[in-house]
């Protein structure tokens, strides 16, 4: 799969679409729809299935660090509930610039500060998952620095960059179970 085919997929998940549209009105700095909803869009669309099952949340990652403090982060997270407020989906927005101030007392292993939503996307704990998706009028952009053939492939490959073995397992035991057709690689040891 290429980047073509990848916004090809993705266009068929209309609130996907949705989220990319109005997120451009926030004006949030190296902003990308990632995660979940992006690659799981695909899943959808490779196992026959409607582009919006199983999708939990819909990730909006920026990049600010002009100001680490949370009141700062909080108020974009409000403008954007503003923004999302009717669509049927979750919209979570953070940060990226400020991950490293939360990330050990939530996950257990310390996260050094991130240069960009790039470097954060590079994180993830598969390499399947490291996509990110924005649109700048009808333009798409999109960053998969491990390219789109596992994603396509449905292969879901560790990435033992930041995030323990255990959010690695924990997150492919819960996508196995709602795409079968999975082929989850073991963690390396």
Not at 179 to 186: D, E, G, Q, R, Y
Request: hydrophobic share 40%; proline share 7%.
């Amino acid at each position: 799969m290429d980047a073509d085919g990848l916004c090809e997929a993705l266009r068929r998940n209309e609130v996907l679409v949705e989220v990319l549209r109005r997120a451009e009105v926030l004006g949030l700095p190296d902003w990308y729809l990632t995660a979940g909803c992006v690659f799981q869009t695909v899943w959808n669309v490779v196992t026959g299935r409607p582009p919006t099952e199983g999708i939990r949340d819909y990730d909006l990652f920026y990049f600010d660090a002009a100001d680490l403090g949370w009141d700062a982060e909080d108020e974009v997270i409000r403008a954007g509930a503003r923004v999302f407020a009717d669509l049927p989906v979750v919209v979570e927005i953070r940060n990226e610039a400020r991950v490293h101030l939360w990330y050990e007392d939530r996950f257990g292993v310390p996260c050094p500060p991130h240069t960009s939503t790039e470097a954060a996307i590079d994180s993830f704990a598969s390499t399947t998952c490291c996509v990110g998706v924005r649109l700048d009028g009808d333009r798409w952009h999109v960053y998969a620095p491990h390219g789109l053939d596992d994603v396509a492939g449905l292969v879901v490959r560790p990435n033992p960059v930041l995030a323990p073995r255990a959010v690695y397992e924990t997150k492919t035991r819960r996508w196995q179970e709602q795409w079968p057709a999975l082929t989850v690689l073991p963690w390396s040891t």
